[in-house]
């Protein structure tokens, strides 16, 4: 049963279309604000992603933005009142995968979200993250580090997830504190150094370099 997450604010248009997805055999979560849609869509447990533009918090074209920066590729159909080409161009250029403008038809979205479902169901799904010796499991969120099997907390597995998805590439501070724990923070605070600290230890110190002034990477050779 495919998992649809529905990113919507105003609670009318929530409702209908959490009630037309449901009747046509879909499971659902909705939420009403930018941030926690982009927190839910960020954990990879659903097969798409029905979103609005204009929201509290993140609005659409930041989450579309960041989501494609944290590599997840799950398909996204923005529904919004916004109908400029202007604004539909920069959604489709920003990783969204199609754009319905309010008012809408039901039937319509429904097509549309089994287009995409299908089309999702064709390509490869990545299941193993690998660089060199050292992989991560996304189904049993367990990591190898040579022939050992390391058991990872929730921060430990989204942080290094994103450093396996990124490997090679600096992350400051900023963008991991940013990514892995998702709200306003403290920029002085050492929590990221904490973790890199504890990924050290249970994987082994050579496997997160730090980059004086810059942040951390993970080395790819």
Do not use: C
């Not at 609005?52 to 009142?81: M, S």
């Not at 920029?187 to 370099?209: C, F, H, M, Q, W």
């Amino acid at each position: 049963m495919n998992r649809i997450l529905i990113v919507e604010d105003e609670e009318r248009i929530a409702s209908f279309v959490e009630k037309g997805l449901r009747s046509n055999g879909f499971t659902t979560t909705v939420v009403t604000d930018g941030d926690a849609g982009y927190e839910y869509a960020l954990t990879g447990g659903f097969d798409l992603v029905v979103l609005d533009i204009n929201l509290p918090g993140r609005d659409g074209f930041t989450i579309l933005r960041e989501l494609r920066e944290a590599r997840v590729t799950t398909p996204v159909i923005v529904l919004t009142a916004r109908d400029s080409v202007r604004d539909a161009v920069a959604g489709l250029e920003g990783g969204a995968d199609d754009w319905m403008t309010k008012p809408f038809r039901f039937e319509e979205l429904l097509a549309r979200v089994r287009l995409r479902l299908r089309t999702a169901a064709r390509a490869p799904e990545v299941t193993v993250l690998r660089a060199g010796s050292l992989s991560l499991d996304l189904r049993t969120r367990r990591a190898r580090a040579e022939e050992r099997t390391v058991d990872l907390t929730a921060r430990e597995f989204v942080l290094l997830e994103l450093f396996l998805r990124h490997p090679g590439q600096v992350l400051s501070r900023e963008q991991i504190l940013s990514h892995v724990w998702g709200y306003d923070f403290d920029p002085g605070s050492n929590i990221v150094d904490v973790y890199v600290r504890t990924l050290r230890k249970k994987l082994g110190a050579e496997r997160v370099e730090t980059v004086r002034g810059m942040g951390y990477r993970l080395p790819t050779g």
